[in-house]
């Protein structure tokens, strides 16, 4: 199920307010009208309006006289527009998902300049996936993924083993980045506790920042 989220850069259309409420319909026909507001993160009157306009121009059909028992179904029309929005809303998400690796790479340059050659990603999140996929169009080397989270330890990313933080020093990284952006302060002063002030540690917060660059 594809949610909206709360962003501070991308801000949800009307297609894709319509997108996420087709799409709320064709998981589950007796789903409430509450239910798709909460999953779509839209007022119970702006969800109401959709259904309207939607039933109206023939992409849905509703059985039920009251929210309470009300089904709602897809007709051909809807799930065609449903599979075209699809497509559509992931060809975005891959370009912005592109854009984000080149950037990470055009900044990942400066570090080899520094001399960094072999990192490792603290936070085996869906931003070290990101900037691991940067660092392949780099020449720097990702030797090592560690996380705090035991449930992850011992797991695979991409061609790695996901380690605990105490094994930070047998990896003989030129850095670590911090590619986690929850409790960063905390991270970087456990990493500082592991590795003193011989291995640099890389906010990805802070890369290509004012900070980062004194």
């Given at each position: 199920m594809i949610e909206p989220f709360i962003a501070k850069f991308l801000s949800p259309t009307k297609a894709f307010r319509r997108f996420s409420i087709l799409l709320a319909i064709y998981h589950s026909a007796e789903i409430s009208q509450q239910l798709i507001g909460k999953q779509t993160h839209l007022s119970s009157s702006m969800v109401n309006n959709y259904i309207k306009q939607l039933k109206e121009e023939g992409q849905i059909s509703v059985i039920g006289t009251t929210n309470r028992n009300q089904r709602y179904h897809l007709t051909a029309s809807g799930h065609h527009e449903l599979i075209e929005s699809l497509v559509?809303?992931?060809?975005?998400?891959?370009?912005?998902?592109?854009?984000?690796?080149?950037?990470f790479a055009t900044l990942f340059d400066r570090f080899y300049k520094e001399g960094i050659r072999k990192v490792v990603l603290f936070g085996a999140a869906e931003t070290a996936e990101v900037v691991y996929a940067a660092m392949r169009r780099?020449?720097?080397?990702?030797?090592?993924?560690?996380?705090?989270?035991?449930?992850?330890?011992?797991e695979k990313f991409e061609n790695l083993i996901i380690q605990p933080p105490?094994?930070?020093?047998?990896?003989?990284?030129?850095?670590?980045?911090v590619t986690s952006f929850g409790q960063q302060e905390d991270i970087c002063r456990a990493v500082e506790n592991l590795v003193g002030d011989e291995i640099p540690i890389k906010r990805l917060s802070m890369i290509g920042s004012m900070e980062e660059a004194a």
């Amino acid at each position: 199920m594809i949610e909206p989220f709360i962003a501070k850069f991308l801000s949800p259309t009307k297609a894709f307010r319509r997108f996420s409420i087709l799409l709320a319909i064709y998981h589950s026909a007796e789903i409430s009208q509450q239910l798709i507001g909460k999953q779509t993160h839209l007022s119970s009157s702006m969800v109401n309006n959709y259904i309207k306009q939607l039933k109206e121009e023939g992409q849905i059909s509703v059985i039920g006289t009251t929210n309470r028992n009300q089904r709602y179904h897809l007709t051909a029309s809807g799930h065609h527009e449903l599979i075209e929005s699809l497509v559509m809303y992931s060809a975005e998400i891959i370009r912005l998902y592109s854009s984000a690796k080149n950037e990470f790479a055009t900044l990942f340059d400066r570090f080899y300049k520094e001399g960094i050659r072999k990192v490792v990603l603290f936070g085996a999140a869906e931003t070290a996936e990101v900037v691991y996929a940067a660092m392949r169009r780099s020449d720097i080397k990702v030797v090592g993924v560690v996380d705090s989270d035991k449930g992850k330890q011992g797991e695979k990313f991409e061609n790695l083993i996901i380690q605990p933080p105490s094994s930070l020093r047998s990896f003989n990284p030129d850095a670590v980045i911090v590619t986690s952006f929850g409790q960063q302060e905390d991270i970087c002063r456990a990493v500082e506790n592991l590795v003193g002030d011989e291995i640099p540690i890389k906010r990805l917060s802070m890369i290509g920042s004012m900070e980062e660059a004194a």
